[in-house]
């Protein structure tokens, strides 16, 4: 079973931030926060994780709470070719349990 | 994270047949691999973890005489689908683990359809 919550949906304009929240309050203390994306028919993308302290790279930053029982992604300039669903999952031994997601849609 | 490949994209068999997918880490050596299926407008479900050289590990509810797990090798594990039926037909994703520090990676899924 899935250990995380996220809203079912939400819209973006295109070139804004997108702010992706999730709720983990069950988290064990060595579980990563892990976010990644599926675009029709294609295997999930990962975009970022982190244990306890924020992270950013390349694709998009992670916001984590100090108690860990909740964290944001944040794709600071969404694009329309950002359109997916996010999944948030938190994980320790590889076998990760998908709950529903978050199906972005960023609109021009 | 591991590169994960799969073989084939997409298949189409009639119903009764068997079907093999494959899943290969390409740059990574695995002693375990794991298996999702995924209906239309759903989500991932894992569905069994593939341990090299010792059986699978199935989740709750998964046949694991109609769904074959062999893990051959450190770089690949197949998935049969036995005597497929229609309600077989799905999208069936692996994916490679990870270290903690990188990530699991997910191969880009064969899409199954049984007629």
């Known amino acids: 079973d899935a250990k995380t919550t996220q809203p079912p949906s939400m819209d973006c304009a295109e070139g804004r931030a997108a702010n992706l929240p999730c709720n983990h309050s069950?988290?064990?203390?060595?579980?990563?926060v892990y976010w990644y994306r599926q675009i029709h028919s294609q295997g999930p993308q990962y975009i970022i994780h982190g244990l306890k302290n924020n992270e950013t790279n390349e694709m998009a930053s992670l916001i984590i709470t100090e108690d860990r029982k909740s964290s944001t992604l944040i794709l600071p300039h969404a694009t329309l070719r950002d359109t997916a669903v996010y999944y948030c999952?938190?994980?320790?031994?590889?076998?990760?349990?998908f709950g529903a997601g978050t199906r972005l849609t960023v609109k021009p | 994270g591991a590169v994960v490949s799969q073989h084939p994209s997409w298949v189409i068999c009639k119903s009764g047949t068997s079907v093999k997918i494959e899943c290969r880490s390409l740059?990574?050596?695995?002693?375990?691999m794991f298996w999702y299926r995924q209906f239309p407008k759903q989500s991932l479900m894992l569905m069994a973890t593939?341990?090299?050289?010792?059986?699978?590990?199935?989740e709750q509810g998964v046949e694991k005489d109609k769904f074959l797990i062999n893990h051959a090798s450190l770089t690949l594990s197949t998935l049969t689908v036995t005597s497929a039926h229609p309600e077989d037909s799905s999208f069936y994703i692996c994916?490679?683990?990870?270290?903690?520090?990188?990530?699991?990676?997910f191969g880009p899924g064969t899409r199954l359809t049984v007629t």
């Open positions: 740059d990574f050596q695995a002693t375990t």
């Open positions: 593939s341990n090299e050289g010792s059986k699978a590990t199935y």
């Open positions: 994916s490679a683990p990870g270290t903690g520090s990188t990530p699991p990676d």
């Open positions: 999952i938190v994980c320790f031994n590889n076998d990760m349990r």
């Open positions: 069950t988290i064990s203390g060595n579980e990563y």
